[in-house]
């Protein structure tokens, strides 16, 4: 997929007039299963010198439960301390929304997740025997962790036509995340033109599939961030068709689909690239190709409306077809 992918990458340096260097860094299940060599910290350090790194979708059931996961994606976003998670929740079309009634434009969705503190980056324990077994793990949050994404939550709702962000959590029932709504209130009376509310993720998640239209830019926490989110992707066709940042502004950030690997598709081609597409995009706009991530939009919209992209999942698509349509779209700034 991510070799198909690139091939909208291609088009794009063609159309705009700028040129990328690339190098490829097998960091893959593959290789740990055949050499049982694990990615390390001083690995991970060696990517500081790329302006961005596209991460293909990783995972294999003969490698051990959740550990290429960690020590990939965790470990990436721990290293290099990309504090952002993003991810954009677009229905590009009607048909592709479980919903009843639900027009693309009621899908809009921004989703800033924090992405280096919560329950995520502290391991945790098991201890004890039998009855007395207890796992334990730590929900921390720092000051200027919250601080420091609540900031570019801000920023990205005032950039948007409705400038609207609505902050997730459960301070209710876990008092310490009162901190999310302290520090909300805190940095929003700096952006008097942006509307901002907070609600709690169980009422939240209920809205997101009532009434999808009443979210902008979506403010949350690490762990309700991953689940929000995979639940939006639901709401917009799928995880297939889903794409992620995650950003250090100003730094090396990492570009991904939210899908996992789906193995059993291995040597198919039917695997959709949408996603690592869409992630293309992403990485184009933060590296400052506004006009390059502008146009894949436009090409994936298109595309699904008009019915040359069938749909997200494997198999409703041949990989490369789909790839080469796009970035024909990409290419001409027009399906055919």
């Given at each position: 997929m991510t070799e198909a992918a690139l091939l909208v990458l291609d088009a794009a340096e063609a159309r705009f007039g700028f040129r990328t260097t690339r190098e490829v860094v097998n960091w893959s299940s593959a290789r740990y299963i055949e050499h049982q060599e694990r990615v390390t910290r001083q690995m991970i350090e060696g990517l500081r010198r790329f302006d961005a790194v596209l991460l293909g979708a990783i995972g294999h059931p003969d490698a051990p439960r959740g550990m290429m996961e960690r020590d990939i994606i965790i470990g990436l976003r721990i290293g290099l301390d990309l504090y952002v998670n993003l991810r954009p929740l677009v229905l590009y079309d009607e048909r592709l929304?479980?919903?009843?009634?639900?027009?693309?434009?009621?899908?809009?969705?921004?989703?800033?997740?924090?992405?280096?503190?919560?329950?995520?980056?502290?391991?945790?324990?098991?201890?004890?025997?039998?009855?007395?077994?207890?796992?334990?793990?730590?929900?921390?949050?720092?000051?200027?962790?919250?601080?420091?994404?609540?900031?570019?939550?801000?920023?990205?709702?005032?950039?948007?036509?409705?400038?609207?962000?609505?902050?997730?959590?459960?301070?209710?029932?876990?008092?310490?995340q009162g901190l999310w709504r302290t520090i909300l209130d805190e940095i929003g009376a700096g952006y008097p033109d942006v509307e901002r509310d907070a609600m709690y993720v169980d009422a939240a998640s209920m809205w997101f599939v009532q009434h999808p239209e009443r979210f902008d830019v979506?403010?949350?926490?690490?762990?309700?961030?991953?689940?929000?989110?995979?639940?939006?992707?639901?709401?917009?066709?799928?995880?297939?068709?889903?794409?992620?940042?995650?950003?250090?502004?100003?730094?090396?950030?990492?570009?991904?689909?939210?899908?996992?690997?789906?193995?059993?598709?291995?040597?198919?081609g039917v695997a959709s690239p949408v996603g690592t597409m869409g992630a293309v995009g992403l990485m184009l706009d933060h590296l400052g190709e506004r006009e390059?991530?502008?146009?894949?939009?436009?090409?994936?919209?298109?595309?699904?409306?008009?019915?040359?992209?069938?749909?997200?999942?494997?198999?409703?698509?041949r990989t490369l077809d789909v790839a080469k349509g796009v970035a024909e779209a990409v290419s001409r700034g027009r399906w055919a």
């Open positions: 929304c479980p919903l009843k009634g639900k027009r693309a434009e009621d899908i809009d969705i921004l989703v800033v997740r924090e992405n280096t503190e919560d329950v995520y980056v502290n391991a945790g324990a098991i201890t004890g025997t039998g009855k007395d077994e207890v796992a334990r793990v730590e929900m921390s949050f720092t000051r200027p962790g919250i601080e420091r994404v609540t900031r570019y939550a801000f920023e990205r709702a005032r950039a948007r036509p409705r400038k609207k962000l609505t902050l997730v959590d459960k301070a209710n029932a876990i008092p310490v979506v403010l949350t926490t690490n762990l309700f961030g991953d689940i929000l989110t995979d639940l939006g992707a639901a709401l917009v066709g799928g995880l297939g068709t889903g794409a992620s940042g995650n950003i250090h502004p100003g730094k090396v950030s990492v570009f991904e689909p939210i899908h996992g690997s789906a193995p059993k598709y291995t040597g198919q390059s991530y502008t146009a894949i939009e436009k090409a994936l919209r298109e595309g699904f409306r008009g019915g040359y992209i069938k749909g997200a999942d494997a198999g409703s698509g």
